[in-house]
């Protein structure tokens, strides 16, 4: 089974800091995608990656960029965090999407107080 | 944008009945996925069903796909308390990411 690995369960970080949020994929998926959750909006697509350092903005890129340098790994930086970037962060990946479905971490519920 | 629309929002049932939820989408898609979530953790893939299939069947899970209408439903059938969480449609273009709803939330009652 493919496995997802995100970091951190649960992360508090104060405003203003620099937040990076980890994902590893065990499999050889060339798709690896960032969302953010968020009760009532559903699931919000910040940035995605088909390719080790290629990156292509989502639905909601302001505030964040991303890094992805080994294919096995996609990190979403957060460069100043803010309390409206409070939020559950879920990490995903997939080997096609016209064919197979997405395999997602455990997710970050990250707090910025 | 979101491009799935699930109804009901929420569901309530007693173990041992069939669920149904529904998903209606506004443009052609190449594939729609259902996706479970439980409670504060990651999605889970269920099943994918593509534009050129009409039904899919997974254990006590069945799809269908209207694309006529631009609408899916996820039957579960003899439930089980165990079967309590979110469940989400996606849906996928040609070589494109996956754009989920908002979600449908499914109570089991013992």
């Known amino acids: 089974d493919v496995k997802v690995t995100q970091s951190s369960r649960y992360l508090v970080k104060r405003t203003g800091e620099k937040v990076f949020l980890e994902c590893v994929q065990d499999?050889?998926?060339?798709?690896m995608f960032w969302y953010r959750q968020d009760p009532g909006l559903g699931l919000r697509l910040i940035y995605f990656?088909?390719?080790?350092?290629?990156?292509e903005k989502g639905d909601i890129p302001e505030g964040y960029s991303v890094s992805r340098e080994k294919k096995e790994r996609f990190s979403l930086i957060l460069e100043s965090a803010s309390t409206n970037q409070t939020s559950m962060y879920l990490c995903?990946?997939?080997?096609?999407?016209?064919?197979?479905?997405?395999?997602f971490g455990s997710g970050t519920r990250l707090t910025v107080v | 944008s979101q491009q799935g629309e699930e109804d009901p929002q929420a569901l309530s049932i007693q173990e041992g009945e069939n669920a149904t939820m529904n998903c209606s989408y506004k443009?052609?898609?190449?594939?729609l996925q259902w996706y479970r979530q439980n409670s504060g953790r990651g999605l889970v893939h269920l099943i994918l069903?593509?534009?050129?299939?009409r039904e899919k069947h997974s254990g006590r899970l069945r799809v269908t796909l209207d694309t006529s209408k631009k609408s899916s439903s996820l039957l579960i059938t003899a439930s089980r308390a165990a079967d309590t969480a979110s469940y989400f449609c996606?849906?996928?273009?040609?070589?494109?990411?996956?754009?989920f709803g908002k979600g449908i939330t499914l109570s089991v009652r013992p």
């Open positions: 995903a990946s997939s080997l096609d999407t016209g064919f197979y479905g997405y395999t």
């Open positions: 499999m050889d998926h060339e798709n």
């Open positions: 990656s088909y390719d080790v350092k290629m990156k």
């Open positions: 443009t052609s898609i190449n594939n």
């Open positions: 069903i593509r534009s050129n299939e």
């Open positions: 996606a849906t996928a273009r040609a070589n494109s990411k996956l754009t």
